[in-house]
Structure formats: C-alpha cells, structure tokens
C-alpha cells in the first residue's frame, strides 16, 4: 500500500506537470509563439506524460487489477484520457483554424480536469459530498 501511494503521488504530480505545459502550450500556439519550435518544448510533453500513464497502470495494478479488481471509475479514467489525446492533437497539431484549435485546447482541458476529479473522487472519499455524482459515480 505504502508503494501504492508513491506510485498515486508521482501521478498526482505528474498530471498538475502535464496540465500546466498544456495551458501553456495552447497560450503559445494560440499566440502564434515561436517557442513552440524550441526543442525541449517538443520533448517535455512526452516525458511528463510517459511518466503520468506509467504511474497510471503501476498504481491501477497494485491497487486493482493485480487483485482481480476492474473498478468502473479506471475505465471512465482511460476513455477520458483517450478523449483527451483526440482533443489535444486537434489543438496543437491538425485544427484547421484558430478557432477549431481553441476550442479543442478549452475541452481538452475541461476533460483533463474531469479525468483528474475521478481521481481524486477516489484517492479522498469524504470530497465525495462536495463533488458532483458525475464524477463520483454516485
Ligand atoms: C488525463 C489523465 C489523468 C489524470 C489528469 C489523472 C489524475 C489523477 C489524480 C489527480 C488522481 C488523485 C491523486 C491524489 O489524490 O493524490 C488520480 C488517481 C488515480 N489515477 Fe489518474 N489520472 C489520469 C489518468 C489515469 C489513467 C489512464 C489511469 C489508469 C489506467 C489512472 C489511474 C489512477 C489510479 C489507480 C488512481 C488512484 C485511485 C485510488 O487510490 O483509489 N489515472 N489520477
């Protein structure tokens, strides 16, 4: 369990990591940026997001899976990333105008912030009387 929680926090840490380079990605593209070409601009992305699904699967095994267990909130959790990839593509890569792009890279955030909820919803039970049933599952 004590691994678990280190697996859950290296998670948690890693999807703030991962939100915050998005907003700030979708501000430069939005902006026209050149910083967008820089190099570990193109690279960091990857690497903050490796390390949020491989503490993903690690913390979904040792909590879950390895005991048999599929609870539905890991699977609203992988379609919601899912979503979010499509979302985030459209933004930052194939949108064919401002417009389109913006409006992926606002969903894209709006599921990101949904997907992180059901974590949370789950990792703190007792915000589950503030949090509304969508992401509880109540
Ligand atoms: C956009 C993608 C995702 C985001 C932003 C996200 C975010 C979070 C957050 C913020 C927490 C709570 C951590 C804490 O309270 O310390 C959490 C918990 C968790 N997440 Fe994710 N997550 C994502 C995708 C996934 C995926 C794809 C899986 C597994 C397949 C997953 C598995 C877990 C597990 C197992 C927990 C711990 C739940 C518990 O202890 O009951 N997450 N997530």
Redesign the pocket.
């Known amino acids: 369990m004590a691994n ?1 929680s280190l697996w ?2 290296l ?2 840490l890693a ?1 703030v990591l ?2 915050a380079g998005f907003i700030v990605r979708g501000i430069w593209m939005l902006s026209g940026s050149s910083m967008l070409k820089k190099k570990w601009v193109k690279i960091t992305p990857h690497v903050v997001d490796t390390v ?2 491989v503490s ?2 690690v ?2 095994w040792l ?2 899976w390895g005991n048999g267990v599929h609870p539905q909130f ?1 699977t609203v ?2 379609v ?2 899912i979503v ?1 990839i499509g979302l985030g593509l459209m933004a930052m890569r194939f949108g064919k105008t401002r417009g389109v792009r913006a409006s992926a890279w606002v969903l894209a955030i709006l599921v ?1 912030l949904y ?2 909820a059901v ?2 919803a ?3 039970p007792q915000l589950q009387d503030v949090l509304p049933a969508m992401v509880t599952g109540v």
């Open positions: 678990a859950i926090h998670h948690a999807a991962s939100l949020l699904l993903a699967l913390a979904a909590l879950f890991l959790k992988i919601g990333l979010y990101f997907v992180a974590g949370v789950n990792t703190h």
